[in-house]
């Protein structure tokens, strides 16, 4: 037998709180229907009226169609559609929770790297405050380095020796 439903079970105001300002009044018409299908069913009674078959047998002159009536209406069983799909979806919450988890962990551990990053950030001097041997110090893959990594003047990474190109096919620029 189906369960009573006693009030609704969603929460609006979750919902209105992601739904966005141009569909606040589908979603307010849809709240509407939702709020008068509830009434109506809350309007009748849980189980149908008791049937007086007394004063049915009383009432009519043939002898045995109450009784015969009575006994249709009491083998008469209807069918309540079985719940096939709770269990689906609660599988598929299963799943997707492992999921939610999932990105919570990637997003939490992205977190504490990014606040370590801007720690050590903070940490640096100010640009205009560092000297050269400040900058190769903080940032050795950038600074210039003469003895071991000497280039070419304007130091770009286009005018130096056995450059390639990462647009080209990798074929090296040809020596000057």
Not at 49 to 64: D, E, F, Q, R
Not at 109 to 118: D, F, L, P, S, T
Request: glycine share 2%; charged share 25%.
């Amino acid at each position: 037998m189906a369960k009573r439903i006693a009030q609704s079970s969603i929460n609006w105001t979750a919902i209105a709180e992601r739904v966005p300002a141009n569909q606040k009044t589908n979603l307010a018409a849809f709240k509407l229907k939702s709020d008068t299908y509830l009434r109506r069913v809350l309007a009748n009674p849980e189980e149908a009226p008791k049937i007086n078959w007394a004063h049915y047998k009383s009432a009519v002159a043939v002898p045995g169609m109450v009784d015969n009536f009575q006994k249709q209406y009491e083998a008469l069983k209807i069918p309540y559609p079985q719940d096939t799909v709770t269990s689906q979806i609660e599988a598929q919450w299963v799943e997707i929770k492992k999921e939610i988890d999932a990105f919570i962990r990637e997003s939490n551990a992205n977190i504490a790297k990014c606040e370590q990053e801007i720690a050590e950030t903070k940490a640096l001097l100010p640009f205009d405050q560092m000297t050269m041997e400040d900058f190769r110090d903080a940032y050795p893959e950038q600074a210039l380095d003469p003895i071991n990594r000497p280039t070419f003047w304007p130091h770009e990474p286009e005018d130096q020796l056995n450059y390639v190109d990462p647009e080209s096919a990798g074929q090296p620029k040809p020596a000057h």
